[in-house]
């Protein structure tokens, strides 16, 4: 099995375009250094792999980040990723789970994505949660920033083991009316796709499986990683910003402890290591 990657390909006889992604590894990564409870796991997994298929469809380099902010028990959720297909993810709770449904545990809110191209204007697309699941959301954020009918499918394994994969197919902005037949008639065949199948399955043998009368042009495999960017030196970097006084009070303290809410690692500084940045500023 392929694990962590991601591929393109496109119907060669229909306007439609795909992308399938799978994660193991580095979505075991991003768990393991945490203790969530299982449904926001889920969550967060589905996140990821969402993350993915909508930086697949940019055609720039540059950053992405797809926030959920509810009033339900996970108050906010987040996958930062970009071009390269890294990805770190961070999650706030506010209050005891009351269900595993995507709605019962962020309730009434908003999908907020928002893509940094490295040259060029900022976008932001804010899209109020109104369906049961990610899936339906993402399928109102294409429809909105694109206008273009999209059809995903996400599927998560969290509880034998870490894997979360996803599909995509979208319509290509050229002929509609050609394009929508096209579409309506890949989606019913597409419609059939399993959690099985879709975790595990190598993605020539998904598009096979699933595809087999098409022709389908696979492109070359992109590699999927969990990276935090976390380092003491931007620790460091932050501790010059918080001023010489409250830098006074961490060094009588003793030592200064901070946790990277993506990763959990830990940085500390001594109260020697203090003083030397204080007498910096
Ligand atoms: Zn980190």
Known sequence: MNQDTLHRFLFQQKHVRGELVQVAVSL???LQNHHYPLPVKQLLAELVVATSLITATLKFDGEIAVQLQGDGPVKFAA???????????????QAELSGDSFRQLIGEGY????????????????IPLTGDTLTSTLEGYFAQSEQLPTRLYIFTDITTKNTAAGLMLQVLPVE???????FAELVVL???VTGSELLTLPAEDMLYRLFHQEQVELFPAQHVSFV????RQKCETALFSIGKEALTEHIAEGKL??????????????????QQIKDAL
């Open 28 to 30: 075991d990564k991003m």
């Open 257 to 274: 402890e901070m946790t990277c809410e993506y990763c959990n690692q830990l940085y500390q500084f001594n109260a020697e290591e203090l």
């Open 79 to 93: 996958v930062n990723g970009d071009n390269n297909q890294n990805f770190r993810a961070v999650v706030r709770l």
């Open 228 to 231: 935090c960017g976390c380092s």
């Open 190 to 192: 597409a419609d059939t």
């Open 111 to 126: 999908m907020i994505v928002t893509i940094t191209p490295r040259q060029g204007e900022r976008y932001q697309g804010i």
């Open 176 to 182: 509609a009316e050609k394009a929508a037949a096209d």
